[in-house]
Every structure is written in C-alpha cells, then in structure tokens.
C-alpha cells in the first residue's frame, strides 16, 4: 500500500516536472505572452491588450534570468527563421536609461523596428528617412502634438548624449553593425560612452586621452549588430530616440495576435466591472 503510494507520488511529480520543462521550452523558443502596459504603440497596440510573441522566428533563446526571478544568467539563441526586417514590430529586451551601463532587471518593451545595423536614420518635421529614403508612417501610428518641434530646439533627454536633436527632428546617425568602427575624441566620447560601456568594456577620458580597457585610442570597434525601435505614438513613446540602440540579440520576437483585451486599471476584486471592460472587437486582431 505505502509503496504503490510512493509510486504514484513520484509519478506526479515526474508528470509535473515534465510539464514544467515543456512550459520552459515553449516559453523560451516558441512562444511567449505579453501584456501591454503602455501606450507608445497605440493604434497599433492598446494598453491592455494581451498579445502571442512569436520567438521562433527569429530563433527563441534559453531564458535570460532565472526562472521566477530578476536574476540575470547567460542565454544563446538558436538558428531562426528569418531576420528582423525594417517595419516589424518586436519584443525585445530593454537595454535601460541612455546613461546607464549596467543592463537593468529585465523588462520587455514593444516597439516598431525602423532601422537595420548599418543604416543611416534621420527624422524630418516628423518624417522619418531610412538610407535617405522616405519611410511611409505605419498605418495605424499617430501623433499627439499638432506641429513638430523647430529643428532648432535641442532636447537634452535625447540620445546620444549632447546631441543637437529633439523628437521630430533627429540626426543624421548611423545604426552600430559588428565591426564598424568609431572614431573617439574628447568630442565624441560622451555620446559612445555608454555604448562602449554597455558592449561589455570599460571607456574614460582623461584630459584629452580616451582610454578603454586601459589602453590610450582614438577608434572603437563594435562589437555587436543593432537596431533602432520607434513607437507608432510618435509623441507618446520612450524609445531610441531617447535611451539608444537595440542590440539584435536581445530581440526576443514579434507579436501575432491580440488573444485577450480590457481595461487595466480596474482590479479584479471588482470582477463585475473587469469583465464589462473586455473588448471583443480587439480580440483576434492581427498585429502588423
């Protein structure tokens, strides 16, 4: 009797573990679900709408953090179908403030790729130009503000750090692809520093000698392929024009569908009002 008991727990527990690695493997390179908290891609997105992140495309990865935790391990990625295209809409990990090295807990952000590793971007009164040519505005984006912001006007918020650019009107820059390389001078440093910082080295400037991983140079090889992410509430969203560029490993995949929507804000004590909030006509709304 004890012993078929035993039996039969260990077989449950087996059937859960199973389970649980089946879940890991399908939540790491399959698919994932994802809650939008915030309106920077509004048409497009809504806030609370509960969306399918496709990662197999772009091949799914082992987990970045310790499962149940924010603490940060080492992942690869495998092989995936195809690379991210300018105008996909991603899911990617947040690389953090413009001034912080340090990769911050993890937090997936969801934005619009407008520009690929090598490209050169710039925005216009609010027009966007990839390699100088004209980027039609997704279908579904919007801008909040009724005029563009004079060229003139330098946002201090802006990346990189120092530049002459604002929201509406940005570069030219060049989106980092491996093996380009930078030039460095106590001019230039402030706006790589950060980048060089995060690339996994260390970077200084001392009177007029740029110094990194102690060494005295005046260029900066990168490292890594990126990209750049806009929201389509142009007016309403902290992206790369504001904290930097997206490194093309930590794009985890893109959204398909929307499988659920409501309303957020409304707890779920209040079960009665939670339910009148869904909004059937999102559901089932493919994301492009």
Request: glycine share 6%; charged share 20%.
């Amino acid at each position: 009797m004890l012993r078929s008991l035993r039996l039969q727990s260990i077989g449950i527990l087996r059937d859960l573990l199973y389970s649980l690695i089946a879940v890991l493997v399908i939540n790491s390179f399959v698919m994932a679900s994802f809650e939008v908290p915030t309106g920077s891609m509004e048409d497009t997105v809504k806030i609370g709408d509960f969306l399918f992140v496709n990662k197999f495309i772009y091949g799914g990865s082992t987990p970045y953090t310790v499962p149940l935790t924010s603490i940060r391990i080492p992942h690869f990625r495998v092989p995936g179908f195809r690379k991210v295209s300018r105008g996909d809409v991603i899911v990617f990990d947040w690389p953090g403030e413009r001034d912080r090295a340090e990769k911050p807990t993890q937090v997936w952000y969801l934005k619009r790729c407008i520009a690929l590793p090598g490209d050169t971007l710039r925005l216009s009164n609010r027009e966007v130009y990839v390699n100088e040519k004209l980027v039609p505005n997704p279908a579904q984006s919007k801008f909040l503000r009724a005029y563009s912001q004079s060229s003139d006007f330098r946002n201090p918020n802006i990346f990189p750090r120092d530049a002459n650019f604002n929201q509406d009107n940005y570069g030219p820059i060049i989106v980092p692809q491996k093996g380009m390389v930078l030039i460095v001078s106590p001019r230039t440093f402030p706006a790589w520093e950060t980048f060089i910082r995060r690339e996994g080295h260390s970077a200084e400037i001392t009177g007029d000698k740029i110094i990194i991983d102690g060494r005295q140079t005046s260029s900066y090889s990168v490292n890594r392929d990126y990209v750049f992410a806009m929201g389509d509430n142009r007016d309403n969203s902290l992206d790369s024009r504001y904290w930097g560029f997206v490194p093309l490993e930590d794009v985890i995949g893109t959204p398909m569908i929307v499988y659920w929507s409501w309303n957020p804000q409304i707890p779920l004590f209040r079960l009665s009002e939670k339910l009148s909030s869904i909004k059937p006509g999102r559901i089932g709304t493919i994301i492009r």
